[in-house]
């Protein structure tokens, strides 16, 4: 079968951004709303680094849609065509989730601690990009942010950054782990905060909480079929994983109250999807159903289906951990 050329450099995670009213998460609330309970995965990984890390595969996966289409008949493809709804209604359901908490009073300590750690990292980020060790296109990007919600998208995407890489970049930075881990937390917390600030909290804990697990194994679902489809196609170039990388590599192994504090219902992590032998990938039984990240809209009101915003610019109405 004909296929497509291999990668040539590794994609890189991006910022999370979404149009405004949080539009992904109101488009997929039926999906939510109606994901049978035994659907439902275990929060054991970080969404923002999760979110980053889908938005920055992303144009690679959709490059080989067609190819999917062709010769993995079998594949839901319209998992792959929603991906990008499904990543930025996770971030969103995700800072909803942080606002419920009363994020609001902890915004001057956050505000005080992001500023330093964003241009800590950043500086190091793009002394490794001009080593060619980071991408440097994805790091002027970071270091472009103003204001306040650009700080906390910024840590989003610098936490992420750094972990995608952390096995080639921790010998040759000053940057630590426990740096790179932290500001995968202060992003989305300084979100959510400054969400609150600006519209007050949204939906109560308990619906926040399932709202997230809810979206959050929707996005894991569809990443994981399409991953699998993935395999499939690049089997003999033996690139599928770095055209999809699993979402659980690079984890540094320790959990904080942001990444796995709230467990869906089910027990275990859902399975790493199996490498295909000589058939198809079989169909994925759920029907599940994201804007280019570069987005200008900040927190929306929490309250309800529009809630707190995606990463962007001033209010007007998260990086790894294990």
């Known amino acids: 079968m004909t296929k497509p050329s291999p990668l040539k450099k590794k994609p890189a995670p991006k910022k999370p951004a979404a149009p405004p009213q949080a539009a992904a998460f109101d488009e997929i609330l039926p999906e939510i709303e109606a994901l049978s309970p035994d659907r439902l995965i275990a929060i054991n990984l970080d969404i923002p ?4 890390q889908v938005l920055g595969v992303l144009p690679g996966l959709l490059a080989l849609r067609s190819a999917i289409a062709e010769h993995v008949p079998t594949h839901d493809v319209a998992l792959l065509d929603r991906l990008e709804t499904y990543a930025l209604a996770a971030w969103y359901a995700h800072l ?7 994020a609001e009073n902890s915004l001057k300590p956050l505000l005080a601690e992001a500023a330093p750690l964003r241009e800590n990292l950043l500086s190091d980020a793009e002394a490794l990009a001009r080593r060619g060790l ?7 990007e970071i270091r472009a942010g103003l204001g306040h919600i650009d700080t906390a998208n910024d840590l989003v995407a610098l936490s992420a950054l750094f972990t995608a890489s952390w ?7 000053a940057a630590t782990e426990e740096e790179v881990r932290r500001a995968g937390e202060i992003g989305p917390q300084l979100l959510a ?3 609150v600030r600006e519209h007050g909290k949204g939906p109560g804990p308990t619906e926040a909480a399932d709202r997230r697990a809810r979206a959050f194994s929707l996005l894991v ?3 994981d079929q399409t991953r699998r489809a993935v395999t499939y196609l690049r089997w003999d170039e033996e690139d599928a994983d770095t055209i999809a990388p699993s979402l659980y590599k690079g984890r540094t192994g320790r959990a904080t109250a942001h990444s796995d504090a709230v467990a869906a219902p089910g027990d275990e992590a859902p399975a790493e999807p199996a490498a295909p032998r000589a058939a198809t990938p079989a169909a994925p039984n759920g029907t599940a159903a994201p804007a280019a990240p570069n987005g200008t809209t900040a927190p ?8 707190p915003a995606m ?7 998260a990086a790894p951990t294990g």
């Open 49 to 52: 680094r999760v979110v980053s």
């Open 193 to 195: 905060a400054l969400g």
């Open 134 to 140: 980071l991408d440097a296109d994805t790091v002027a």
């Open 221 to 223: 679902h569809a990443y």
């Open 311 to 317: 990463p962007g610019a001033a209010p007007n109405g």
């Open 167 to 173: 096995a080639e970049v921790a010998s040759k930075t």
């Open 300 to 307: 929306a009101a929490l309250n309800g289906t529009a809630a």
């Open 96 to 102: 909803a989730w942080l606002s419920s908490g009363g």
